[in-house]
């Protein structure tokens, strides 16, 4: 009985002792480990072997261990040789492996941490070759055009003999005569590989397609298909053409210009260029006026403002250079508002004899000037004579004269009665009117 008891109460001892050994304060950590990455990634095998590098990380563990199991393979994985650097707790640990085509298909792998117990991941990558590409169908229409025409170019990108959509296709051309192939324009592959474009052409040559391929796919590049460009009439076109004043006074001259260019585009003398006019309201075009071309392919031209409207000028083109026209300059011709009339004045009149005895002539004198801007000058004006006789409140018309181009006034008519006499000038088209002042003359018998 006191056996059994002490037996108890040893066993009770280590039990304390187990205890304190493995108390959570105590034990060791256990690994940890991250998922395996694999680089590249994808894996494509093109013309030469391919090393992949495998990169992973733990932590509180010792050692580790990298497994490979080929595409089939039921048996243990094939190790791989991984070299550490330790970061404080982590480590990171790396190992390679050189696949080549016979490698092909999907791998497991395995990744083990060992510490106190053991932690591990797994995954599963692709070797696969590269794809085979080929730019199908590829055309460019029409084979022969004219320079500066448009032309479509236009085919299909396949992988594996299967459309690929987006992928970048470059379109190129060779001029005749020429070695090396240039760019030109890139397009995107749509829906079953399919792409177009439309290009200038320029010269005679070969287009082609190219694609450069891309991670996963070989590059390719298409049949060359001609064209033909042959050169047609030289381009030419008017630049700055302007017609000015804008508004314009009717009846004024509009002035006219611009300069007429050929294609390259520099200035093309000695060539009739015509200014038409089409007036508001109206869809027909009017020869005008015209002019022929300087040196520098400058013309000028004018003509009178009528109607408002759109002037242009336009060039019919001559042997080897297309004719054009510029485009069309609005003008709006306005009504001029009539022009300031001048101040007039009748000076010095005068007359005499007085007292004038009835039934012989009574003279008369006087001036007439115009404000010219600030300056009185002598004016020819058309001046009535008028006639007040004494007692009466009546002015009455008695006769006309003209000034001289000095502005002297002269005139003579029978005295009848006693009365007030003055000229009177009534003013025209340019002038205000004026009178003179008045002269009293008695006339006896």
């Given at each position: 009985m006191l056996r059994r008891v002490h037996a108890a109460g040893i066993a009770l001892a280590m039990s304390a002792a187990t205890l304190v050994i493995t108390s959570p304060a105590a034990a060791a950590e256990?690994?940890?480990?991250?998922?395996?990455?694999?680089?590249?990634?994808?894996?494509?095998?093109?013309?030469?072997?391919?090393?992949?590098?495998?990169?992973?990380?733990?932590?509180?563990?010792?050692?580790?261990?990298?497994?490979?199991?080929?595409?089939?393979q039921v048996s243990v994985g094939t190790p791989v040789e991984l070299k550490p650097s330790p970061h404080g707790q982590w480590t990171k640990w790396t190992g390679t492996k050189t696949f080549d085509a016979k490698d092909t298909g999907r791998w497991n792998l395995l990744a083990i941490a060992h510490g106190d117990g053991e932690k591990s991941s797994d995954g599963a990558f692709e070797v696969r070759k590269a794809l085979d590409t080929k730019v199908a169908d590829f055309d460019a229409d029409p084979d022969k055009v004219v320079r500066g025409e448009r032309l479509r170019l236009s085919g299909r990108l396949l992988a594996e003999g299967k459309g690929y959509d987006g992928q970048t296709v470059t379109l190129t051309f060779r001029e005749k005569g020429t070695d090396a192939y240039r760019h030109v324009a890139k397009v995107r592959t749509g829906r079953g590989g399919w792409f177009g474009a439309r290009v200038e052409a320029e010269a005679t040559g070969w287009w082609r397609a190219e694609f450069d391929g891309n991670a996963v796919a070989r590059g390719s590049v298409s049949d060359t298909d001609r064209v033909d460009v042959r050169h047609g009439d030289r381009d030419s076109r008017i630049t700055g053409f302007d017609a000015r004043p804008e508004p314009v006074d009717k009846g004024d001259r509009l002035r006219l210009s611009g300069t007429l260019q050929v294609e390259g585009w520099r200035g093309l003398p000695g060539q009739r260029v015509d200014i038409l006019f089409k007036a508001a309201g109206s869809s027909r075009w009017e020869r005008v006026t015209g002019d022929v071309t300087g040196r520098d392919g400058r013309f000028w031209a004018s003509a009178t403002a009528e109607r408002s409207g759109w002037w242009r000028a336009a060039y019919r083109g001559t042997r080897g250079v297309d004719g054009t026209s510029s485009g069309a300059d609005f003008v709006r011709v306005v009504q001029p508002a009539p022009p300031a009339k001048a101040d007039t004045r009748v000076l010095a009149f005068n007359a005499y004899p007085e007292p004038v005895k009835r039934g012989t002539y009574l003279k008369f004198k006087g001036l007439l000037q115009v404000d010219d801007e600030g300056a009185w000058e002598g004016y020819e004006g058309k001046v009535q004579l008028w006639f007040k006789a004494a007692g009466s409140r009546t002015w009455k018309y008695v006769k006309t004269t003209w000034s001289d181009d000095g502005g002297k006034l002269s005139t003579r008519t029978k005295a009848s009665r006693s009365g007030t006499w003055k000229f009177v000038f009534r003013g025209d088209d340019d002038t205000h009117g004026d009178h003179s002042g008045t002269d009293y003359v008695r006339v006896r018998r």
């Amino acid at each position: 009985m006191l056996r059994r008891v002490h037996a108890a109460g040893i066993a009770l001892a280590m039990s304390a002792a187990t205890l304190v050994i493995t108390s959570p304060a105590a034990a060791a950590e256990a690994p940890s480990i991250s998922k395996v990455s694999v680089s590249p990634a994808p894996l494509v095998i093109f013309d030469k072997p391919v090393t992949a590098t495998f990169t992973f990380t733990t932590k509180s563990a010792g050692k580790a261990e990298l497994q490979l199991k080929a595409p089939g393979q039921v048996s243990v994985g094939t190790p791989v040789e991984l070299k550490p650097s330790p970061h404080g707790q982590w480590t990171k640990w790396t190992g390679t492996k050189t696949f080549d085509a016979k490698d092909t298909g999907r791998w497991n792998l395995l990744a083990i941490a060992h510490g106190d117990g053991e932690k591990s991941s797994d995954g599963a990558f692709e070797v696969r070759k590269a794809l085979d590409t080929k730019v199908a169908d590829f055309d460019a229409d029409p084979d022969k055009v004219v320079r500066g025409e448009r032309l479509r170019l236009s085919g299909r990108l396949l992988a594996e003999g299967k459309g690929y959509d987006g992928q970048t296709v470059t379109l190129t051309f060779r001029e005749k005569g020429t070695d090396a192939y240039r760019h030109v324009a890139k397009v995107r592959t749509g829906r079953g590989g399919w792409f177009g474009a439309r290009v200038e052409a320029e010269a005679t040559g070969w287009w082609r397609a190219e694609f450069d391929g891309n991670a996963v796919a070989r590059g390719s590049v298409s049949d060359t298909d001609r064209v033909d460009v042959r050169h047609g009439d030289r381009d030419s076109r008017i630049t700055g053409f302007d017609a000015r004043p804008e508004p314009v006074d009717k009846g004024d001259r509009l002035r006219l210009s611009g300069t007429l260019q050929v294609e390259g585009w520099r200035g093309l003398p000695g060539q009739r260029v015509d200014i038409l006019f089409k007036a508001a309201g109206s869809s027909r075009w009017e020869r005008v006026t015209g002019d022929v071309t300087g040196r520098d392919g400058r013309f000028w031209a004018s003509a009178t403002a009528e109607r408002s409207g759109w002037w242009r000028a336009a060039y019919r083109g001559t042997r080897g250079v297309d004719g054009t026209s510029s485009g069309a300059d609005f003008v709006r011709v306005v009504q001029p508002a009539p022009p300031a009339k001048a101040d007039t004045r009748v000076l010095a009149f005068n007359a005499y004899p007085e007292p004038v005895k009835r039934g012989t002539y009574l003279k008369f004198k006087g001036l007439l000037q115009v404000d010219d801007e600030g300056a009185w000058e002598g004016y020819e004006g058309k001046v009535q004579l008028w006639f007040k006789a004494a007692g009466s409140r009546t002015w009455k018309y008695v006769k006309t004269t003209w000034s001289d181009d000095g502005g002297k006034l002269s005139t003579r008519t029978k005295a009848s009665r006693s009365g007030t006499w003055k000229f009177v000038f009534r003013g025209d088209d340019d002038t205000h009117g004026d009178h003179s002042g008045t002269d009293y003359v008695r006339v006896r018998r």
